[in-house]
């Protein structure tokens, strides 16, 4: 017997999440606010300085893709430059970010307020925006859910009013709004670029929740330069639609421009549509940079780079309480201190240092090239395009203004200081290597497959039952393999690594789980494997591991007690029973033993499932009776020895279509004008039944017959309600949230 214990973290952000994240934090307060007031610096030139920030953005993002998926962990950008150049250069690129996202997470707000002037009286802009921001930080520090799926769907609409927005207005462009097109010269379009390089703040944004990608390897890169390249050209297109709509007085220092241009031509009603778009992704944006601002200071304390009580952890929420409110405070303090451009411009300094510090620690990896670094994807252009980075950077960081350049310089010496006074001395002496513990998986390719069995487990009193019939299922095999998992659920607001590191009580308690679980796993001379994962959300972890494992079945736990709305059996199991690409069996244990067992045959797919499962606790020694039950309805045209001979007859070819044998059995058919009532009375019969789903699941409510549930609930012994492997049809809408899943 062989016991194996996994800690690993919820891998479930797939392709389409990692767009919606990246482009989500990039489309807000960059196209909303900042063309007017980069026409103002860059006259119609102003389409090119959105095209040029991008390309000075690209180099980051291709060394953030290549770092990312070499270490998918925690932390993103700063533990690839603590790694890549040790915790001085860390202190400065996890700071630095961290004072970026809080820009530009104010930046977002105040743009937000300045379109709701647009239909409505405010009085101060200022005052309204540290309200909603007072709002946000308390929805953070409760935990409310957010979903990837929610981050999609706001893309989605915000991309649609932009794209209508672009195609409805070309045919208005006027040419002569072009004249003069570089009338401010190469220091005008640099003097733009410098101010709107904000607006892709967001692209690497997904490398904070790295440890959290499905296949970062091909996900990682391909969202960054797909996001990249998608939002680059529909910025562009915006803006040569503004220009072409808004004369150079009006637009040029606009703090809303999208709505003078639409104004003119589609009235309020456009007008509403364009604010909108712009409430959506203006607050999406403050939202999404105090979630993910809180990441930074729980990396910088794990490292001790900064005092370890900013990452602690409210026991009441699960969230990162004091990181929000200094986060959050520091958003509403540089909205009332500073105006908007500066607010923008500093932003964009703060985070040009840390794109440079990225591109130097890719130099430093593959000059190093240690031995563990070996990403899935390289940076095409390596070195040119990372000394490209690195040049360009500094020369932008010379042209900024005063403040700006104060503040990247600033972060550069502060930073450092910051690390000789307190870091060195408290920090660790190697650098962050948490994440590799935290984050180990087990992999094996063995010639025969075992048939694996995933035993999701939460309570430790029916824990012991289901490992039994685990292993019972697990005998008619020749090689298997059992695979308990404990999931710990955290908030969005905190990151996965984070819960890991400093919930110590939950992540014991879940280690008291699975104590008990190779405890009875060995009373049962049982060889199991073991995982506790962190993750957001229990059933789709369960999904998510059947599928990374090719598990053959999964064994799952249920109270007995059906919902009586959304949820059938439960919001944990029913996406479970729909969607798992394997077996199921839910168990409502009643008793320690199995006793005598009571198996229903039907007409249903999955009748033959339940005989198979019912053989194998005979066959395994967990009972010594069993008896198939079939019961007919009573029907005029048949007398009752017809009924009880077809009855009889469909038993028969149910065990043989089984392929099942070796164990002694009984039948039984019962002849009822009340199927229902019959099948409870008899039910009640046995120690435990086992009963197989009456239909395939192919709508969206439909997840088992009203029998198997019903009687399931109703008996006071043990109930096993069985699904074979089979492939759903869904509803048009369930096909529709598929394509969009946080997978």
């Not at 957010?146 to 209508?164: C, H």
């Not at 220009?243 to 639409?262: C, K, Q, R």
């Not at 060889?527 to 059933?539: D, L, M, Q």
């Amino acid at each position: 017997m062989q016991q194996d214990q996994d800690h690993v973290l919820e891998r479930g952000l797939g392709l389409s999440s990692i767009i919606a994240i990246s482009m989500g934090a990039m489309i807000g307060s960059g196209i909303f606010i900042l063309p007017g007031l980069a026409m103002a610096e860059a006259g119609p030139a102003v389409i090119l300085s959105f095209i040029l920030a991008g390309v000075l953005v690209l180099p980051a993002a291709l060394s953030i893709a290549e770092l990312g998926t070499a270490m998918p962990e925690a932390g993103g950008d700063y533990v690839f430059i603590q790694r890549g150049l040790g915790p001085g250069a860390g202190t400065i690129a996890g700071l630095g970010t961290w004072l970026m996202l809080m820009f530009k997470g104010a930046l977002a707000l105040v743009g937000g307020m300045f379109y709701l002037t647009a239909i409505m009286a405010i009085p101060s802009v200022e005052a309204i925006a540290v309200v909603i921001g007072t709002i946000l930080i308390a929805v953070n520090i409760i935990g409310v859910k957010q979903t990837g799926g929610l981050q999609i769907i706001m893309v989605v609409v915000m991309v649609i009013i932009l794209a209508l927005f672009v195609s409805v207005s070309l045919i208005n462009v006027e040419k002569t709004h072009f004249t003069g097109f570089f009338d401010s010269g190469i220091s005008g379009l640099l003097s733009a670029t410098v101010l709107v390089l904000i607006s892709y703040g967001g692209v690497t944004k997904v490398a904070a929740v790295a440890e959290e990608i499905e296949n970062p390897g091909r996900n990682l890169p391909l969202g960054l330069l797909l996001s990249l390249i998608v939002t680059t050209c529909l910025y562009a297109l915006i803006v040569f639609v503004l220009v072409g709509l808004i004369d150079a007085e009006t637009l040029a220092g606009s703090n809303i421009p999208m709505v003078d241009a639409v104004e003119p031509f589609f009235g309020y009603l456009g007008i509403i549509f364009i604010v909108v778009a712009a409430m959506l992704a203006l607050i999406s944006t403050a939202n999404a940079g105090i979630l993910t601002a809180s990441r930074y200071p729980f990396a910088l304390s794990r490292d001790k780079l900064i005092p370890e009580f900013f990452a602690r952890v409210s026991s009441r929420f699960h969230t990162p309480v004091i990181a929000i409110l200094i986060t959050g405070g520091a958003m509403l303090a540089i909205i009332i201190a500073l105006p908007v451009e500066e607010i923008a411009k500093t932003a964009g300094a703060f985070q040009i240092v840390v794109y440079v510090l990225v591109n130097i620690a890719l130099i430093a990896f593959r000059v190093r090239a240690p031995k563990w670094y070996d990403p899935q994807f390289k940076s095409p252009f390596y070195p040119w395009i990372q000394i490209f980075g690195i040049l360009s950077g500094v020369g932008v960081l010379a042209l900024m203004d005063t403040l700006p350049l104060i503040g990247g310089l600033g972060i550069l010496i502060l930073g450092t200081i910051w690390y000789f006074i307190y870091g060195r001395k408290h920090g660790k002496k190697e650098a962050g290597v948490i994440s590799e513990v935290i984050t180990q998986t087990i992999s094996s390719t063995p010639s025969d497959k075992p048939y694996k069995i995933v035993v999701p487990i939460a309570n430790p009193v029916n824990q012991r039952q289901l490992l039994r019939i685990a292993a019972a299922s697990a005998s008619a095999y020749s090689k298997s393999e059992i695979i308990v998992v404990s999931v710990i659920v955290v908030p969005d607001q905190t990151s996965l690594a984070h819960a890991a590191e400093f919930e110590k009580e939950r992540v014991e308690r879940h280690e008291s789980l699975i104590q008990e679980a190779n405890s009875a796993a060995k009373d049962l001379d049982l060889g199991i494997r073991t995982k506790v994962i962190i993750g957001r959300n229990v059933s789709r972890i369960v999904i998510n591991l059947i599928k990374q494992e090719n598990a053959d079945e999964v064994i799952l736990g249920w109270k007995g007690k059906r919902k009586k709305r959304r949820f059938v059996l439960g919001s944990i199991i029913d996406p479970i029973v729909k969607e798992a690409p394997s077996k199921v069996m839910l168990v409502k244990q009643r008793g320690e033993n199995i006793g005598k067992i009571g198996c229903f045959i039907g007409t249903g797919p999955h009748a033959k499932a339940a005989v198979r499962r019912a053989a194998d606790l005979v066959k395994s020694g967990l009972s010594s009776t069993l008896t198939f039950i079939n019961i007919q309805p009573n029907k005029q045209e048949f007398t009752e020895k017809q009924l009880k001979q077809k009855g009889e007859e469909l038993i028969q070819k149910t065990i043989l279509q089984a392929n099942v044998e070796g164990f002694d059995y009984q039948t039984k058919v019962i002849v009822t004008e009340r199927v229902e009532n019959e099948l409870i009375k008899t039910a009640q019969k046995f120690d435990t039944i086992c009963i197989g789903a009456t239909r395939s699941s192919w709508l969206e409510s439909a997840l088992f017959g009203s029998f198997p549930e019903l009687v399931a609930e109703k008996v006071d012994g043990t109930a096993l309600i069985v699904r074979d492997e089979e492939r759903n049809f869904y509803s048009v809408w369930h096909i529709f949230k598929r394509l969009f899943k946080r997978y």
